[in-house]
């Protein structure tokens, strides 16, 4: 009955607007065949129809009734049923009803709602429903007419298809079909659904829809199967039904093989389907997915779904529209072909969102079909972004570490999302709180490689979308740049920079956002600083001026921090001041009002108003004036002024240079001071007149004598000449110079060999006799003569000439003798603070700034004698002089501790890294200069002498340091990390300013450009170790040996093979786009061994370039550089795709190394701490690329360390020359951490296994058992504190492993293999009893750094205890279990004697297990007998009886 009254009220709606609008009868169109009336010939279907309470109309109304429906197919039925004539009286009745229905008008008066109305008075009617069903659907609710009147109506249907509706937009074949709906009962439903498949098949297509969207309302459950399976023929024969056959199956209840049939038809149509029916299908697909079947489905649909031929590229719908508006008119233009498909691709995407959100499988397949795709399409990216914003299932977590993981692969890259931001737009647009939110955290992500692609996304979606998005992606990009995380902060700022050049007008809306930032500088770094400048003056001063309305804002900040008296606001200032000057003079190359400049005279005013505010503001300090310089260097460097500016900044700079810094050389140098004055290091010929000099010297001695005034006067100091400013002043000439000829530096290349004045340098012979105040001004006049020869060598590293190559050579030889004298001069200076010579960081601020980070950190000070760090990390807080004097005691203590003799004494230039000039990058073309010659001419220019030059072991290790350093800021990109709270974070960039203008692709083109000449070096090292071997009849030490010259040698291999390292381990490599860039790098080493290295594949080169490498194996100076051979060739072998294949190969050359005697160039042994660390990071590479690991650990237990025990107290093991007592620690910690890693990786025991499986695996467990027992015996011998603390943190963690792999194994295997299983418990008890006596002696000693492992390991003993019981109570022998006390006792085996005094509170602290088999000589017969006493009581220690503790043991 309910079923019923939502029927009739569907009805009742239909029925009242049919009735009030459809005034005209089909009289009008169809006559009848018969006009008789029905009054004077009454049929029996009239006779029965009245008699049972209904009232027929002869015009088009709705018939009457006076009784209920029920009622009124009670009478009829009962009228039938007692007709003399039953049961003919039905066809009589049947002909009656159609030929009462030949009139269109009572036709449809029969179609519609019945209208109730009282008859003759009758007072009983009262009860009849408001609404009632019309005629013929009362009619087929009486089961013996109804087959006749279905029959009857089927027949009459088709006389209606083509007509049109009726003005009321009533249909008399819908009508029809809705007689038939929710029957209660259909009597003959096979025959029913036939003849409506037989109407499909000639009717109409919207009949068809109809028909076929009814379906379900009118057949039985039983119908459904069969009618499925005519609906998918059908849907094969007939796309244009597509919709309403996919409406009519998914109502359908279908059997779960038929349906996974109609879904695979479906599927397989899908590629041809109609875009507007697109969303009906795949919702189809989607919600008829089960469980067992979703990945299969969502793999196929993702396949079959190729929206990137659903929409129009930009430029063919535009001219689309551009040929619709030429044909049809400009006022009737239809609506853009893709708009509309972006409305199907949209309802599509949200029938997939509404699956995701309801079917719990359905997101966990997209995520698992997504993640092991490899060709990622335009519908990987939207489904992700809708996995995200559903967040069904914890999805938005999977989506992201899916999009994470292909970015990093690099299978997601940048060219698919702008295709989707592209062609996609309108859709992506609903989902864009996701996409914002997935950018953020790309960007916020610690991994570099996925950083780059948030920023992508941000960029697209500010291009791609409305003023409102707009909005909050600028908003989002000023909040990573608020956040004070490095990596973040550079790609923020990137990202605003190129949008600003992108789209000006548009992010000049934004720019008061932007400004925002000018409150959070203290957090950014100089170099974020000026991009934070240069998109703000872009903004406000660019060509168009978009945001001229923060102009005032920012000169009012620029002239705020330029006032200021606080050293970093003063910086601040200088570097946003020229940043504004440089949109400000900007070249314009569209004006081309006159050759002088396109300038306008007040911007040239104001231009040249600014650059004489910083100018006065900075006068008053050198190191202000200084940053002065170097700022504005760099932004002739980099932009293009106006030649008016140009021409300005070029003619004052040169005039003030020579001005402040050069004099004329002259036979007497006027003045006094500390040291004798005389002009040296002069490159020119000696008997040219007149020549110049840098006046440096007398410079410096003014500085010191004014430093004192400067300090006591109270007025404004004055402008002096400080020698600080000659190199950054010397940096600015050059780039104006080199602006103004097209580069061409003739005008100041006197400068490169003119003399310096200086003293003579033999003063630093007699350093002991020189006061403290001579000491410190020789130290700054070798500080500042060595930053101005590294920036001569910046200046002209660059040129052809010969001539000036040699000097350029020259050069780098006086640097590197002056670091020589200088590292001397410290040595002789403590506390000496040396002059700033980079302006932009903190340590500008005033004498009491830290240094950078020591060197020792990064591992590369090898042989080097310039190469060793402080022992000790400084930090910012430290003061300078402390800190110089703690690098100079620890490299004073250093040699002590290694007994490593120096030549002479110096300390270390690498904690002084920061005080020294930043070389260019291009400075290192030198490397690829080989032999430098010149020709001196005689008078009648004939070829008198030939004078050579050559790049010397001290240039090449000097140019080396430089590059490596240089790598590992550029390639070795490390994650970016938040500063610990209230701590200092050190600036990682000072130094490098002039490199961070490089990108990181643009190192490694270097780089690889620089291959052939660094091959060269390798390969004159190796030959001049192979040479110095065959002298000294194969060994380094011999008596010919140069030590200064072995040690640069040595240190310059080192340094060649990390660089290689460095630039083959960069993560860019791994990017598709970087390929043929390594294919270029590997070619050059392959092609040192193999012509045509372009034609071969990128595992063929691997394999020339690994063999290449592999040569240099035989002259390794020292285990460092071994070290970093290996590494080389590991990284090398990575880079094919199969590094496996190098696994044997890399292990014997780690071999090989290890079982080598390494002594030094004075034949003394290796050994300290670089040694050991070496050590440790070779072996562990010899036991992860060894085929057996438990076998090669066996190896070195069971043969090196008892060769070791057995060797006197300074010897080593035979066999394995580097394992000594000295670095048996370091084989100990390798050993214990590469075994617990390896038991981890011996597979799981499975049920499925086989008896040799599981015979396999038991053997495995009992090799790993049998070298834990080795090395935990180990510290009987080796007790120190240091062995105690691997075995204890290791030994639970293998007992942990074995806890979760090893016994699962034990419990299937105990039967089969009994006296195995039996072994391998005997042997661990014997570890596990040990750790038990190291847990007692850590507590006895109460040594914090030990008893910190004991409570966790002893949890993992009693665990390990229980674990047995219940193996045993698996297998039915429960009665082979005993449990009993053990005592505490030392590592010698002694009883501690404090267990007997603290009583039995204490029992339970002072118990540990014992597992296995008790040996007999550590338990007496009493104590046996008391412990089995004992056993129900609280005993914690378990034993597994063993034949040898009872007779009857099983």
Known sequence: MMRKKRRSSVEKVEGTSVSSKAKKSRSSARLPKEAVSEETNQSVFVAFVREAGVTLKTDDSSNGIAVDQVVFQKRIQRQLQKSPRYPGVLQEFITGLEAYIENPDRFRSCLLPCVPHLSNGDSSCSSVSSFQESLLRMLLGIEMLQTLIINTLLEKLPEFMSDGAAEGGLSIPHMIINQLKWLDRVVDAKELSVKLMELVSVAPVEVQRDIITSLPEILEDSQHNDIARQLNALLQENTQLTVPILDSLSSLSLSSSLLMKVREAVMAMLAAVQLEDLPVVVKFILHTVSASDANEVVCNLRKKLELEQCVLPPVLQASQIRIKSKGAGAANV???????????????????????????????????????????????????????????????????????????????????????????????????????????????????????????????????????????????????????????????????????????????????FVKGILDYMDNLTPQQIRKLFSLLSKLAFGQQQQGSHIQDDMHIVIRKQLSSTVPKYKRIGIIGAVMIVGSMAAFRPKAKESQAGSLSQETLRQVTALLELVKSSSESSPEAAALYYDELANLIYSSSLDPQVQEMIGTSVLDDFQDDFVVDLGPDIPGSFLFPACAMYNLDDEESQGCIAVNLLPLLANETQNK???????????????????????????????????????????????????????????????????????????????????????????????????????????????????????????????????????????????????????????????????????????????????????????????????????????????????????VLSVLQCGLLSRSLLDSELHTKVREEVLLGPGELVFLLEDMLHKLEFSLSAGPARRAPFLKAKADRSLGFSHLQQWSSRDIASYCVQLLPALCTHLENCHNHFQMLQSENNGVVDGPATDLQEHQLMSAGYQLLLQGLNTTFSWSGFSQPGHRNLLKKALGVLAGRLKEGGSELTLEQLVTHGFKYLLNFRSTMPSLSTALCLSQLLSTVSERGGDPAAYRQQMASLAHGFLTQIWVTATGERERGNKFNEALHALLSIYLEHADDVLMALEQITGTAIPELLSASKEGSSASWPTLHRQTFLVFYKVLMAELDKSARKIPAVKTSDDSETQVEKLLTWNLAVRDFHVLVNLVKVFDSRPVLNVCLKYGRLFLETFLKLGMPLLDCSFKRHKEDVQSLLKTFQLSTRQLHHMCGHSKIHQDTSLTSHVPALKKSLELFVYRVKAMLMLNNCQEAFWMGNLKNRNLKGEEILSQRSQGSDDDDEEEEENQGLAQPRERSDDEDQNDGDRIPKNNRSGHMDQEENSDDSD
């Not at 969102?353 to 092991?372: D, G």
């Not at 399409?377 to 914890?394: E, G, M, P, W, Y």
């Not at 600028?474 to 995380?485: A, D, I, K, N, P």
Request: overall charge neutral; charged content about 25%.
């Open 708 to 922: 004192g005034e400067r300090e006591t006067q109270t007025k404004k100091p004055q402008r002096r000449v400080s020698p600080l400013c000659l190199s950054p002043f010397f940096r600015l000439l050059r780039f104006c110079e080199e602006k103004r000829h097209q580069g061409d530096l003739e005008e100041i290349d006197a400068l490169l060999g003119c003399p310096l004045i200086l003293t003579n340098m033999d003063v630093v012979e007699k350093l002991e006799s020189l006061s403290k105040a001579e000491r410190e001004f020789l130290c700054s006049l070798l500080f500042h003569t060595i930053n101005w020869f590294r920036e001569v060598v910046n200046t002209f590293c660059k040129q052809k000439e010969a001539e000036m190559k040699m000097k350029v050579m020259t050069r780098l030889q006086n640097i590197t003798y002056l670091q020589t004298l200088l590292e001397r001069a410290l040595a002789g200076t403590p506390g000496y603070v040396p002059p700033v010579c980079n302006f932009d960081g903190e340590a500008t601020d005033g004498v009491a700034a830290g240094f950078t980070a020591p060197v020792n950190k990064t591992k590369k000070d090898g042989a080097g004698r310039k190469r060793k760090a402080p022992g000790k990390n400084s930090t910012e807080e430290n003061s300078q002089p402390a800190e110089a004097a703690e690098a100079e005691e620890t490299q004073q203590e250093q040699p002590e501790k290694e007994k490593e003799k120096e030549t002479r004494p110096g300390v270390s230039l690498v904690a002084y890294r920061s005080f020294f000039r930043e070389l260019d990058v291009e």
């Open 334 to 512: 239809s609506t853009p072909a893709g708009g509309s498909s972006q409305d199907s691709v949209t309802l599509t995407l949200d029938c997939i969102k509404s699956a995701v959100r309801f079917q719990k499988t359905i997101s966990e397949a997209w995520l698992k079909v997504i993640e092991s795709a490899d060709d990622h399409r335009v519908i990987d990216l939207l489904v992700l972004f809708i996995l995200h914003a559903t967040n069904s299932n914890q999805s938005r977590r999977g989506a992201e570490r899916i999009l994470k993981l292909k970015v990093r692969t690099g299978l997601i890259q940048e060219a698919l999302l702008q295709r989707t931001f592209r062609d996609y737009s309108q859709v992506m647009r609903g989902y864009f709180s996701s996409i914002l939110a997935l950018a953020q955290s790309l960007l916020r992500s610690p991994d570099p490689c996925v950083v780059p692609f948030g920023g992508h996304m941000h960029r697209h979606s500010f291009t791609a979308f409305d003023s409102y998005c707009q909005q909050e992606v600028v908003g989002s990009l000023v909040t990573h740049v608020c956040s004070g995380v490095g990596g973040e902060v550079d790609m923020a700022l990137d990202l605003l920079c190129g949008l600003v050049l992108e789209k000006p007008s548009e992010m000049a809306l934004y720019s008061v």
